[in-house]
T-cell receptor
Framework: DQQVKQNSPSLSVQEGRISILNCDYT??????FLWYKKYPAEGPTFLIS?????DKNEDGRFTVFLNKSAKHLSLHIVPSQPGDSAVYFCAATLGSGNTGKLIFGQGTTLQVKP | NAGVMQNPRHLVRRRGQEARLRCSPM?????VYWYRQLPEEGLKFMVYLQKENIIDESGMPKERFSAEFPKEGPSILRIQQVVRGDSAAYFCASSPYLKETQYFGPGTRLLVL
């Protein structure tokens, strides 16, 4: 049962444009969401997170939006840069009493073309 | 502040051998998580440990796999009698407190021949 889904395996955008990566989840008990970026042969790098009590969080070029009613979150990167080319994973964690384990989506490969 | 360290980065084993994967968390972090990434898939939680204690091993196969995080030294993920299906990238993550952001190591890529 895939509780966190990234339905787009890949995305290609032009440098300078906006990249929008999407993530859907099924478990309404998730209370914290994160985005990680991963380069080949490296570990995931934390990008940005959002609590379920918020609907938006911004950090520089990265903004995460959360729509709880739709069980959907998205990561916006603007402007996109070639160095942003990587695999992006969204992850979620459950509320109180949970051990903090992350449940990951399958990942979306972003290619930013110069 | 050094990041999460994992070694070895690459490990090749023949079927039936043992694999030992090591993880040193970031300084000041006492919470360690292990994840596995099979080819073309996302990361899957395996086990969560605090110093000397296994807190949650719900994602770890019941047989052949074990984990520890001793008072001194790195956390160890041990796979006995490896099979080809164990070939994957194994990532360790650490956090300073429960439910704080987890920071990942570079991973160990295990190949079972």
């Amino acid at each position: 049962d895939q509780q966190v889904k990234q339905n787009s395996p890949s995305l290609s955008v032009q440098e300078g444009r906006i990249s929008i990566l999407n993530c859907d989840y099924t478990n309404s008990m998730f209370d914290y969401f994160l985005w990680y970026k991963k380069y080949p042969a490296e570990g995931p790098t934390f990008l940005i997170s959002i609590s379920s009590i918020k609907d938006k969080n911004e950090d520089g070029r990265f903004t995460v939006f959360l729509n709880k009613s739709a069980k959907h979150l998205s990561l916006h990167i603007v402007p996109s840069q070639p160095g942003d080319s990587a695999v992006y994973f969204c992850a979620a964690t459950l509320g109180s009493g949970n051990t903090g384990k992350l449940i990951f989506g399958q990942g979306t490969t972003l290619q930013v073309k110069p | 502040n050094a990041g999460v360290m994992q070694n070895p980065r690459h490990l090749v084993r023949r079927r039936g051998q043992e694999a030992r994967l090591r993880c040193s968390p970031m300084k000041g972090h006492s919470h360690v998580y292990w994840y596995r990434q099979l080819p073309e898939e996302g990361l899957k939680f395996m086990v969560y440990l605090q110093k000397e204690n296994i807190i949650d091993e719900s994602g770890m196969p019941k047989e052949r796999f074990s984990a520890e995080f001793p008072k001194e030294g790195p956390s160890i993920l041990r796979i006995q009698q490896v099979v080809r299906g164990d070939s994957a990238a194994y990532f360790c993550a650490s956090s300073p407190y429960l439910k704080e952001t987890q920071y990942f190591g570079p991973g160990t890529r295990l190949l079972v021949l």
